[in-house]
């Protein structure tokens, strides 16, 4: 059994193209980082990475899909996805509907 999570850190998992930018800097693909208990915004999370949010298709928070711009807190699981995903997991996951409300909020 995997061990818990120390309370106040954010666990990150970096997918397919967007590793490219944590090799360049020897980040492991999986890694932790300390967050306050007001936690972050993941797109702030991901350019502390080098990750670049144009590049990001999608952030998963504990197997759940959320928008770019939410905020995630210490103990949860965050992942980050390429640009590329196939077609019917967009859509079967929630990475559409994100997108479409990601895309609002960059307009404004």
Request: charged content about 30%.
């Amino acid at each position: 059994m995997k061990e818990q999570a120390s309370p106040d850190l954010l666990e990150i998992r970096v997918f397919g193209s967007l590793r490219r930018h944590l090799e360049r800097q020897d980040f492991p693909f999986e890694l932790e980082r300390s967050l306050s208990s007001a936690g972050g915004i993941a797109r702030d999370i991901a350019r502390s990475l080098g990750l670049p949010p144009g590049e990001i298709e999608a952030v998963f928070r504990n197997g759940r899909v959320i928008n770019i711009h939410d905020r995630v807190f210490p103990g949860d699981r965050v992942a980050f996805f390429p640009k590329g995903t196939p077609g019917p997991y967009r859509v079967f996951l929630g990475m559409i509907r994100e997108n479409i409300k990601r895309a609002g909020k960059e307009k404004s």
